[in-house]
């Protein structure tokens, strides 16, 4: 199946852990994002990557690290994980363009 | 930043049509609105978008006004599977605009 696969979907963890989630489209896109929503549901991008390249950082604490080993993954590695950085995480990608983003299923993450 | 204003929430009939309004008064000439939905626990799910002219595909139909400064998204015989979070979004169209989402309308679809 063509889509935006993410791993792991829910994943809970310790405070003060380190954690990543992985991201992959099979679809041919240059460009994919990390979202962040948090429990009042609001839909906050973190990051952009095109081709490789980090294009977008919207001041996300450095704890946050994405990494994009290729066009087709982009993985998000947290540092010291706090209890703030409890949420859905949902990875997209796009064509450069016009075109529509296209989400994965995100990934719940729960630090206790 | 989000760029649009959406109601909160709203209802509509099973079967009939479902019209969700966006303001966007702020739109510059270059900028496409979009609309995505999210049902519950999924990944937001693209719709439709436009720049200037009425837009329809198999999903919605957008209505855009004349002078660009709001939107209507219309589900023309909404379902239960319509029942959703809808988002309308201003976008430059370019590789480096990103696409912000604001607070959207939590759609019900009634039986």
């Known amino acids: 199946d063509t889509a935006v696969s993410q791993t792991p979907k829910y994943l809970v963890t310790q405070m003060g852990n380190d954690k990543s989630i992985k991201c992959e489209q099979n679809?041919?896109?240059?460009?994919m994002y990390w979202y962040k929503q948090d429990s009042k549901k609001f839909l906050k991008i973190m990051f952009s990557?095109?081709?490789?390249?980090?294009?977008i950082n919207e001041t996300v604490p450095n704890r946050f690290s994405p990494k994009s080993p290729d066009k087709a993954h982009l993985n998000l590695h947290i540092n010291s994980l706090e209890l703030g950085d409890s949420a859905v995480y949902f990875c997209?990608?796009?064509?450069?363009?016009?075109?529509?983003?296209?989400f994965g299923n995100g990934t719940r993450l729960t630090v206790t | 930043d989000a760029k649009t204003t959406q109601p909160p929430s709203m209802d509509c009939a099973e079967g009939r049509a479902a019209n969700l309004p966006c303001n966007h008064s702020?739109?510059?000439?270059?900028?496409?609105v979009y609309w995505y939905r999210q049902i519950h626990s999924q990944g937001p799910q693209y719709i439709i978008h436009?720049?200037?002219n009425n837009e329809t595909n198999e999903m919605a139909s957008l209505i855009i006004t004349e002078d660009r400064k709001s939107s209507t998204l219309i589900l023309p015989h909404a379902t239960l599977r319509d029942t959703a979070v809808y988002y309308c979004?201003?976008?430059?169209?370019?590789?480096?605009?990103?696409?912000?989402f604001g607070t959207g309308t939590s759609l019900t679809v009634i039986p």
């Open positions: 997209a990608s796009k064509v450069n363009g016009l075109t529509p983003l296209h």
């Open positions: 679809l041919g896109h240059d460009t």
């Open positions: 990557y095109n081709n490789k390249e980090l294009i």
């Open positions: 702020t739109i510059s000439g270059n900028e496409y």
């Open positions: 436009g720049l200037k």
């Open positions: 979004i201003v976008r430059v169209a370019g590789g480096g605009n990103q696409f912000y």
